[in-house]
């Protein structure tokens, strides 16, 4: 292990178990994809527990940033040529690739991209994703909460299907 995921760990293991899901909730790219099975696995704690302490670790980034992607844009893009340049070719390109599939499933596309518990289909990507479409901040987060929702089911059924597996190897091996 190297040493910055040493004193993560160390971390993490010395915090009640409660505040290490959430705050393992709030990282871009691991979310409820590591959360969740972080809760079960290493603490043993409650399915339910660990499902919403995960919800609301996940959604504190999603509360931070869909206010302030806009401002913050904006006042980059003023002072900045670069993030001008940046951010016009950001959303030329997303928008040609996909503004005919937001414009045809809507706000059910951000739920469905956020419920699939693949790397990069989180909450943080899906507040871009919102931003970029010009999806209003509060439809992003009715949907970026019902995919968290979906997305927290289905992580915490597969780790509690993998944790159910490798105890019946275990057992049948011994």
Known sequence: MNPINEILFEWLINIPPWLSVIFLSTIPFGELRVSIPFGLTVYGMDPISVYF???????????ILLPYLEPVSIYLRNRFRIFDLFFTWLFDRTRVKHTEKFERYGTLALILFVSVPLPVTGAWTACAAAFVFGIRPVHALTAITFGLLIGGLIVTILTLMSIDFFNFIAINTI
Do not use: D, K, Q, S
């Open 53 to 63: 302490l995960a919800i609301i670790g996940n959604l504190i980034p999603v509360f």
